[in-house]
């Protein structure tokens, strides 16, 4: 140590003040940077068409895909406790409305009924069976709800509200499908990763769910 360094305050010595340095160059580095989560905020829109347009790509895929469980453990999970499962991993719109959940799914696909295929899943529990939709995708809700926060009170009325649904499902039919030939789906294995919403057309137990996907990988 030199007789200058001596008499300098310990905070004015060079290794002190490159260490001083450093840190406050983090921490600016730190403060500039955006961190965006998995599960992004979404954009507000004025209209079904415009909040689609901005969400979709860059909001509902990403967080429906980092989040997707594996529909054979959901349908177990949900078996064995649906109120739990449905708040750790599902989004619904109010207490009265069904959960919905991001999923994927690996099977092969058998001919199923109007508007879906039969998805053949390994694991899954006894007596309920698998669809994936087939554009059009119609007016479910499942790809609206599970994908991101988004309310009622987020639009002027309820049937804009409901339009957000279907713009999300247009988006959906047009990107997961674009490279799909539906009509050599059946007997080949197929990865879809989407959402469902846990519901009942019969309104008794489930036994039955469709998957809504954002991206359909053949193979």
Known sequence: MTATEVRRPVWRRP????????????????????????????????????????????????????????????????????????????????????????????????????????LEVEGLPEGVTVGVAVPPLGSSTALRDAGTEVAFGDFVNQTEYQNVAIELNKLAAENAYADVDLDSLQGKSITVTGALSWSSKTGGEVDHVVVVPVTVEVG
């Open 15 to 118: 290794a002190v003040i490159g260490g001083v340095g450093v840190t406050a160059l983090v921490v600016a580095m730190v403060l500039s940077t955006e961190f965006v989560s998995n599960d992004a905020q979404a954009i507000a829109a004025d209209t079904a068409t415009e909040f689609a347009a901005l969400n979709y790509e860059d909001v509902i895929v990403p967080s429906l895909t980092d989040r997707a469980i594996p529909v054979e453990e959901l349908i177990a999970m949900m078996a064995e406790d649906p109120e739990g499962t449905g708040e750790e991993y599902g989004r619904r719109e109010d207490a009265n409305k069904p959960y919905s959940f991001p999923v994927v799914a690996t099977g092969v696909v058998a001919e199923g009924s109007f508007g879906e295929v039969a």
